[in-house]
């Protein structure tokens, strides 16, 4: 009997972009391969990702070997994400990629990541939602979701993040990062917010993020009553007037550095891509799943 592995039937269909209120969006559960809109599952094994397992497959079958089927690339010529927010989320991944034209076909795996906290940007994204953003916490350990990106794939996710996000590479010299199956990544990338970070003005410290994004608006709207007289009192309200408007958008991202609340990001900046910043994808060399 075949599983249905569609996105709707896991209830992973959830589009940030299109639903504001629903970021970040349902991460991906475990290790799986987006295709399309299917999510299937990895069977994790003792060895690098492209000898992992493919489930719901009528024979077994690696996933390299899938990938390949699908006219993709493997594995080894990918890129490993590091996702904070709704790059986690199999709807908006697909959603970010089909739109163009690009095929869905992006390995998702979570991975322990070691000195990564997650907060909240300092801005209003063009959805109109409060995205997330991580932060250096030497103290943190953090479960995130990795995606395996081919160049094109990553191009176009690039589109989608700058200006407002730039993007560093994390060596796991300096932040462990763990497989399921055990194997320790050489380095991956991620991005981070180039508005900083939100504080929570009752400590001072980053305010956390990846939570529901309704509560979150309703606190931001309780600590400001300028957000209020911009926004409107609810969280409903707050993303139907900023995804409709660029100019209250960019108002209400004023009145965040304005009330004190952002914290900047300067600890990224050693990491950071330079060739990602001036769009030399051809001359990207792949960040496979290397052991450290």
């Not at 075949?2 to 504001?20: F, I």
């Not at 979701?145 to 589109?159: F, P």
């Not at 700058?162 to 991620?190: C, H, K, N, Q, V």
Request: glycine residues 10%; contains cysteine.
């Amino acid at each position: 009997m075949t599983t249905n592995r569609s996105l709707a039937a896991l209830g992973l269909d959830d589009v940030p972009a299109k639903q504001p209120l629903t970021y970040p969006g349902r991460p991906t559960p475990g290790p799986s391969l987006l295709t399309g809109d299917e999510l299937l599952e990895l069977d994790v094994q003792p060895l690098r990702l492209g000898e992992w397992f493919v489930e719901e497959q009528q024979e077994q079958q690696r996933l390299d070997e899938v990938l390949a089927e699908l006219g993709q690339a493997a594995t080894g010529r990918r890129h490993p994400v590091i996702s904070v927010g709704s790059n986690a989320s199999p709807g908006q991944v697909a959603h970010k990629l089909t739109r163009l034209g690009i095929p869905a076909a992006v390995p998702m795996v979570p991975v322990r990541v070691r000195g990564i906290g997650v907060g909240c940007s300092g801005h209003i994204s063009p959805a109109g939602y409060v995205a997330g953003t991580p932060y250096v916490d030497r103290d943190a350990e953090t479960t995130l979701i990795v995606t395996w990106l081919d160049s094109t794939q990553l191009k176009a996710v690039d589109d989608t993040e700058f200006p407002d996000y730039r993007r560093a590479i994390l060596p796991g010299a300096d932040f462990a990062m763990t497989m399921p199956s055990g194997e320790r990544l050489r380095a991956a990338y991620i991005y981070f917010s180039a508005h900083g970070v939100l504080a929570d003005p009752a400590t001072g410290l980053p305010r956390p993020g990846g939570g529901d994004q309704s509560t979150l608006l309703a606190a931001l709207l309780a600590d400001s009553a300028r957000l209020r007289d911009l926004l409107g009192s609810d969280p409903v309200s707050w993303v139907r007037a900023a995804g409709a408007d660029r100019a209250l958008r960019e108002r209400g991202t004023l009145i965040f550095g304005e009330e004190g609340w952002v914290l900047p990001q300067t600890d990224f900046l050693p990491y950071v891509d330079d060739a990602a910043d001036l769009r030399l994808y051809d001359d990207l060399p792949p960040l496979d799943g290397s052991l450290t």
